[in-house]
């Protein structure tokens, strides 16, 4: 059985790692905070201090990492993974990161005679569908391990294409926030009550879009630099995308205003205030 390395126990390291000692695998695990460390080791995971200790002590490592720039963390300087990289060794970012930092990896792994998969996820009522990019040969190296993790799992295609589906997905989800946001605010406005829209009419909305409590694991922060990404390669590949460009523009916004662990639910409050400063100007007309 294959020797694992998880780095990164946040909200979906956590649950890697658990899941596989709970398989049997051995674990190495890291991250910044003891007490996600701390709880890793009470399920039997052994603990490490820096990443180059977990590539030194495992065959596959799962980066569970929120972006581009902590995977580039992980990666570089003298106690990184690449400076403790040998053949054989692969490397799984399982985390939403900019496809041009995966194909980057790859490449250097692939001149160590090692190799480095895209494997990002997305959370559905069944589980975690997982969207994997890279090597055919790699891919089947990772497919028990990810078939742990998974309920549905998918070779797309080349490294970065994993991300490029999970970035199409995040495209999709931030345009639902938005309009939902948008039509329960126009809904309270015109004196219906919001909640048919999800009580009779059935459409799966969460109930944080009513409310005035936003706190939690900080997802918008994370969705904003999805978009950003999506941005990004828009640019890169000369695709028009005027839709996401008005979302990102909404996500902006609120996570300006925002706490730093506020999830997706608070993009009501951006038409909230657009609705409010209309109210206002209204008023101002008529005096």
């Not at 990443?51 to 963390?73: F, K, Q, R, T």
């Not at 190296?141 to 295609?157: D, F, N, P, Q, R």
Request: hydrophobic residues 40%; negative net charge.
């Amino acid at each position: 059985m294959e020797k694992l390395g998880v780095i990164g126990l946040g909200n979906i390291g956590s649950r890697f790692a658990e899941r596989l000692l709970n398989t049997g695998y051995p674990v190495t695990a890291l991250d910044t905070d003891p007490e996600k460390m701390a709880a890793a080791v009470a399920l039997g995971a052994r603990p490490a201090s820096t990443p180059g200790e977990v590539a030194a002590d495992s065959d596959i490592i799962l980066l569970c990492l929120p972006g581009s720039h902590a995977v580039e963390n992980v990666m570089e300087g003298p106690d990184g993974i690449m400076g403790h990289l040998r053949a054989g060794h692969l490397i799984v970012d399982t985390g939403t990161t900019h496809p041009k930092t995966d194909i980057h990896y790859s490449r250097r792994c692939q001149d160590s005679d090692a190799g480095l998969i895209d494997a990002p996820i997305t959370g559905r009522s069944k589980g975690y569908i997982m969207m994997v990019g890279g090597r055919a040969e790699d891919f089947a190296k990772a497919e028990g391990v990810l078939t742990c993790l998974s309920y549905k799992l998918k070779h797309i295609g080349p490294v970065g294409h994993g991300q490029v589906l999970k970035l199409m997905n995040q495209m999709v989800l931030a345009g639902q926030w938005a309009v939902w946001a948008e039509a329960i605010t126009w809904a309270a406005k015109a004196g219906v009550e919001p909640r048919l829209l999800r009580d009779y009419l059935e459409f799966p909305v969460d109930e944080g879009l009513f409310g005035d409590d936003f706190h939690g694991g900080g997802t918008l922060a994370l969705h904003y630099k999805d978009l950003g990404y999506v941005l990004d390669l828009a640019h890169e590949i000369g695709a028009a995308i005027p839709v996401t460009n008005v979302v990102h523009e909404a996500f902006k916004a609120t996570k300006n205003a925002a706490a730093p662990d506020w999830t997706q639910t608070g993009i009501v409050t951006y038409w909230r205030r657009l609705n409010e400063s209309r109210r206002g100007g209204r008023r101002r007309a008529r005096e």
